[in-house]
């Protein structure tokens, strides 16, 4: 009884070490794994920096996962446990950061958790005033409210861009209105200046704008200023890139047959909220079209590529009104007043 008592103590000993043993070796290797993971760069020899973008709301999980899907890191779990770590998942900044496949998990977090390094992502959607531009980079933290304004009416480097009437644009309550390019842009705060700003959304649009535009604006009996006003008409007043050739269309012939443009987008510009009363309506203001005849003195927004496209090129149509339904949003054509009155009378009671 003795001896199989002490058989069954040296069992369980020796079953006890085996035990310790693979514990032991396995924190050993998931020790040198994860080791070799936060060490090991994916291309020791691709240094060239490329754009890692992280944004508002990333959990650590979700940027592990990003970077190791743009083949930045070798495993997203060595850099999301790295991060916990070392407590870095507390300071994950939001915005651009530029990285390489030759940095280690080390240097990759160091890099996207230091303020000097990160670029705050700004995006202008299509239709953004100055004034909402400005909006925008007080909210990102970059300026002083009026600030960016104020740069635009500062800039004074016209013969730069051959597309910019300096005379005309000049006159504008809000200069350079129309030709910010809408895009997404990345800003480094620590080097950030309103002028450089305005410099890279206006090369933006000398960019983004086709090439014959100025001619097809010129084939068509237009200046490309008026185009571009006419496309931020258009850019406000549809939403959609089959309506706005359409409406591109109506306004410029009705501009063509001396009637009123009776957009009311070009009445809201200069307003605060986004509401007509009476006495709106009867204000002599230059950019009130429905009194005023002809386009307003200079664009209402900064449009995007396919209102530009639509207004260089509208689509013929018999229509000569329309209205946007409320609870949609489609866009309703009538060829006369009339039908005009009864689709106001379905869609706007």
Request: proline share 5%; glycine share 6%.
């Amino acid at each position: 009884m003795h001896k199989r008592g002490n058989s069954r103590r040296t069992l369980f000993m020796i079953g006890g070490a085996v035990l310790i043993a693979l514990i032991v070796g396995y924190f050993w290797y998931a020790n040198s794994r994860y080791q070799y993971f936060i060490t090991t760069p994916v291309n020791p020899n691709n240094p060239i920096d490329a754009s890692f973008v992280i944004a508002k709301g990333d959990s650590v999980t979700d940027i592990a996962q990003n970077l190791k899907d743009k083949d930045f890191i070798v495993d997203a779990g060595a850099f999301k446990t790295y991060a916990k770590d070392n407590g870095l998942d507390r300071k994950v900044i939001v915005g651009r950061f530029m990285i390489n496949q030759a940095m280690t998990i080390p240097q990759i977090a160091e890099k996207i958790t230091n303020p000097n390094e990160g670029q705050l992502t700004l995006t202008i959607p299509e239709g953004t005033t100055i004034q909402g531009i400005d909006d925008k980079l007080v909210t990102l933290g970059v300026i002083q409210a009026g600030e960016f304004v104020q740069a635009t009416k500062d800039f004074n480097d016209y013969a730069k861009y051959s597309f910019l009437d300096e005379q005309k644009i000049k006159q504008l309550p809000h200069p350079l209105e129309g030709y910010l390019f809408p895009d997404t842009y990345y800003i480094n705060t620590n080097h950030y200046s309103s002028q450089d700003m305005i410099e890279l959304m206006l090369k933006d649009f000398q960019k983004r704008l086709p090439d014959n535009a100025a001619a097809t604006a010129q084939q068509n009996s237009r200046s490309l200023y008026d185009v571009i006003t006419m496309a931020s008409i258009v850019e406000k007043e549809v939403r959609t890139d089959a309506d706005r050739p359409i409406v591109a269309g109506i306004l410029w012939k009705r501009l063509d047959s001396h009637w009123q443009l009776g957009a009311d987008a070009t009445l809201l510009y200069l307003k605060n909220d986004n509401t007509l009363n009476y006495n709106d309506l009867q204000a002599n203001s230059p950019y009130n079209t429905r009194k005023k005849q002809g386009l307003p003195p200079g664009p209402i927004c900064n449009p995007g590529l396919k209102a530009i496209e639509a207004a260089l090129n509208p689509q013929a149509s018999s229509d000569f009104y329309y209205l946007t339904d409320p609870a949609t949003g489609a866009v309703i054509y009538a060829a006369t007043n009339d039908e005009q009155n009864a689709n106001k009378a379905k869609y706007l009671q």
